[in-house]
């Protein structure tokens, strides 16, 4: 079983920015796509951002233009950049592994979650 750990959540002014990171253990990180989601109190977590093995992203359109995921296979880290937020971006953020190269389905593994908190 794969373990992802994130870090880099907080409390940020609108306009800020923040990055969140995620680490995972193992190997075989290089093959398996990857993705952030966010769940806000009251509502359904949902994918805001994924990069597949090969690199390729895809985001969610309340976030495109703002926010940026990368991934550094040598570190076993995926990362969010998070730009410009703002206070409905206020949620917990969760790091996951797709069972494949590309961010199809639901994922087999979850981050523990981080708290970002967009506020004046």
């Known amino acids: 079983q794969v373990q992802l750990v994130e870090s880099g959540g907080g409390l940020v002014q609108p306009g800020g920015s923040l990055r969140l990171s995620c680490t995972a253990s193992?190997?075989?990180?290089?093959?398996?796509?990857m993705g952030w989601y966010r769940q806000a109190p009251g509502d359904e977590r949902e994918i805001i951002a994924s990069?597949?093995?090969?690199?390729?992203?895809n985001y969610a359109v309340s976030v495109t233009g703002r926010f940026t995921i990368t991934r550094d296979n040598a570190k076993n880290t995926v990362y969010l950049q998070m730009n410009s937020l703002k206070p409905e971006d206020t949620a917990v953020y969760y790091c996951a592994k797709f069972f494949s190269g590309s961010a199809y389905g639901v994922p087999d593994s979850w981050g523990q979650g981080t708290q970002v908190t967009v506020s004046s």
């Open positions: 990069i597949n093995s090969g690199g390729s992203t």
């Open positions: 193992g190997t075989m990180f290089r093959i398996y796509a």
